[in-house]
Nanobody, 120 residues
Framework: QVQLVESGGGLVQAGGSLRLSCVASIRTFGMGWFRQAPGKEREFVAACNWSGGNTAYADSVKGRFTISKDNAKNTVYLQMNSLKPEDTAVYYC????????????????WGQGTQVTVSS
């Protein structure tokens, strides 16, 4: 059973930054970040392949968020800059045995989520 443990969420003012971390119990082919705001469906944020060399981003976060991976630590990061109130959500880390995509159903394992709140 793969375990994913997220950390790094919190409360930040608009324009600020946060870095989320997700430690995986084993190495997987693809890693992704998704988020879910109250009353909304879960949406894709960013993803990368096993090496971190290939990445994908939602249009809403391009240029502000960066996903990266440290294979030595089996950890994926989401650096979030220029945060906006609309980024407020629970952020979930996900792992895929197949690769990295923007489709949540292709991910096999999910973390428990970490709350990010951006105040205006």
């Amino acid at each position: 059973q793969v375990q994913l443990v997220e950390s790094g969420g919190g409360l930040v003012q608009a324009g600020g930054s946060l870095r989320l971390s997700c430690v995986a119990s084993i190495r997987t082919f693809g890693m992704g970040w998704f988020r879910q705001a109250p009353g909304k469906e879960r949406e894709f944020v960013a993803a990368c392949n096993w090496s971190g060399g290939n990445t994908a981003y939602a249009d809403s976060v391009k240029g502000r968020f960066t996903i990266s991976k440290d294979n030595a630590k089996n950890t994926v990061y989401l650096q979030m800059n220029s945060l906006k109130p609309e980024d407020t959500a629970v952020y979930y880390c996900a792992a895929s045995r197949l690769g990295y995509t923007s489709i949540s159903s292709t991910y096999n394992y999910w973390g428990q989520g970490t709350q990010v709140t951006v105040s205006s």
